[in-house]
């Protein structure tokens, strides 16, 4: 559709979102990503019977871990979505970049940036 | 007649009456004056009053003290006695206690669950059950020994009694229970309160069928419904209570001033209907914080005046 | 099997939080079944305490290393000649496995990373539920298979109670109430008559009461 989303975002192509593991998302805020979103087939329709499932029960635990050690559980949401649904996309796409922006980078790179 | 104990209830048993038993539940708190204020308005109408022990876990004085106190205005206690909260020393323990002050009945209870409490954190102890606590009871009294082999001195003369609740699930194991009770020991039940007068009915064929009605004097439990918000939360609230539609439905038709009345009218009924039930051998009337109603009832179901134990 | 839970987060990082050098150590044997301490949860929590030590802006040494067992003397020596580093451990093994742990290195604070529960097993991928309380003579035999010391909310030998509703213990309305459990399976398998049969009262001392327990079997020692 050649639609635009910002450069903001790095995408990570996955057979389905229930190979996202918890430590995978963990791992990317480790590294110093300000927000993770994933990206799953709607509810029902997942090709694989219950990966996206799964996907969004793990997101939950990452949201809860991120809040209980100061990172803020609002970096990381799941998204549902048709894979004809382009313009969703984009949409959730910018709705993600807009939050982290007001959220402000991850708060480890800062912390970083300080003890050096 | 023969009486295994000094019992008042027991020889009123005995000697074909039917007898009339009630309860007193203590204070949360250490007044006198609530147990013997409560026992003065019952006395003349019953055989003997029940002290309950820690009812629904709410923590209260204890039932020996409370006996005691009872047992010093003359009257005839029931000692109720639960495996939840004290393990087979502080059971024998208690059970000498009583017998120093010469009370002579017990009923052997589980006891409800800590969690309905206000000590929900607690342990609980269940080191024996309701069952083996009435085998204990015998073993004291009958022997004369204690569980660990020891010969007692001056043995408890307790008889014995145990709850039944014909209510409860599995219907189907109501009366082997009663049996097992029945063999391990118990000389009179008393049951819980009774609104499915069907059930019970049924309930006590189903014992007369077994002979139990000859081995064991059971105690129809009556409790008088205060209003049909009660008898609502009863149905629903209360485990192991089995109150039909019909008794909530003729308390809600009553206006509410008038349904207090209405809870004594059913209760007498219930009595009257009972009497008629062969293997009843008596009533306990459980009017929880309502003690000034029991008089009342005694009378209009024509079981006034209590007969004396000779 | 040994069931344990997860420590909430903060439970952890709270006992931790002074430290420069820590090392989670998972086990791979109950707590990995019950999905509270094995290597996938070691490196959850390793990765989300770096964080919160980043956060901070300290550069905290936490690494992770998963057992065979930690009660078992010879895998907790596995590891001698590497804890050396570290100046905390976060064990996510059974209680057992923590004990064990500081027996061997007394010299290294080991904290528990997760709350054992019980003696259970799996009823459903995530649920897993209490079946033994370890009272030391079991009585499955005569009760049709199912414990009413375990299962029994007032560990009753001669039950159900008069709360017993609809095949649920009136403690809550998800927990069935065992005796009628074992009622059922007494009539599946032509015993039901066994029911009247009173149990005696049963010898506590080789539950805890007694003390703390062992067993020994001579013929094996060395």
Partial sequence: ?116 | ?310 | MIVADKKPMEEIIAEIKEYENILVLGCNECVTVCEAGGKKEAGILVSALRMYFLNQGRDVRIDEITLERQCDPEYIEEIHDRIDPYDAVVSLACGVGVQFMAERYQEKPIYPGVNTCFMGGTQARGLWTERCQGCGQCILARTGGICPIARCAKRLLNGPCGGSTAGKCEINKEIDCAWQLIIDRLKALGRFDEYEELAPIKDWSTDRAGGPRKVVREDVQQ
Avoid at chain 2, 192 to 213: P, S, T, V
Wanted: charged share 25%.
């Fill in chain 1, 1 to 116: 559709m050649r639609l635009e989303y910002s450069t903001a975002i790095k995408i990570i192509r996955v057979p389905c979102t229930g190979k996202v593991d918890t430590l995978h998302i963990l791992r990317a805020f480790e590294k110093g990503a300000d927000g993770v979103y994933v990206v799953g087939c709607l509810e029902g329709d997942c090709h694989f019977n219950n990966g996206n499932f799964r996907a969004r029960k793990r997101v939950e635990q990452v949201r809860g871990i991120l809040t209980a050690i100061g990172i803020g559980g609002d970096r990381v949401q799941m998204y549902n979505l048709s894979s004809s649904e382009g313009p969703l996309f984009a949409k959730f796409a910018a709705e993600m970049v807009d939050r982290i922006r007001q959220l402000g980078p991850n708060p480890i790179k800062l912390a970083r940036r300080q003890a050096a």
């Fill in chain 2, 1 to 310: 007649m023969n009486v295994n104990t000094p019992s008042k209830l027991e020889k009123i048993l005995k000697a074909g009456h039917l007898a009339v038993t009630s309860e007193c539940g203590p204070p949360r708190g250490s007044d006198p004056e609530a147990i013997t204020a409560k026992a003065e308005m019952i006395k003349d109408y019953v055989d003997a009053i029940n002290i309950t022990d820690n009812q629904t876990s709410m923590t209260r004085l204890c039932s020996l003290a409370a006996c005691i106190r009872l047992k010093l205005m003359g009257l005839e206690p029931v000692l109720q006695m639960v495996t939840r909260d004290r393990n087979r020393i502080a059971l024998q323990s208690d059970i000498l206690g009583a017998a120093s002050f010469d009370i002579h009945n017990i009923l052997c209870l589980s006891g409800d669950h800590q969690s309905f409490g206000d000590c929900k954190q607690g342990q609980n102890v269940h080191d024996i059950d309701s069952m083996q606590l009435i085998q204990l009871v015998r073993l004291m009294r009958d022997q004369g020994k204690f569980i660990g082999g020891d010969e007692i001195k001056r043995p408890p003369q307790m008889f014995v009694g145990a709850a039944a609740n014909p209510f409860a699930d599995p219907f189907e194991i109501r009366v082997p229970r009663l049996a097992k009770k029945v063999k391990a020991g118990v000389e009179f039940i008393q049951t819980q309160c009774i609104y499915n007068l069907d059930k019970f009915e049924l309930w006590m064929k189903m014992a007369r069928d077994r002979g139990l009605h000859e081995k064991v004097f059971i105690l129809a439990g009556l409790t008088p419904m205060k209003s049909a918000g009660m008898a609502r939360y009863m149905k629903n609230r209360v485990p192991g209570m089995d109150v039909p539609d019909e008794v909530v439905k003729r308390l809600a038709d009553t206006p509410k001033d008038k349904q207090a009345d209405e809870g004594i009218a059913i209760c007498v009924e219930s009595i009257q209907r009972l009497k008629e039930v062969e293997g009843v051998s008596g009533f306990h009337i459980m009017a929880i914080e309502w003690e000034e109603k029991v008089p009342d009832i005694v009378q209009r179901a024509g079981l006034y005046p209590r007969p004396a134990a000779a």
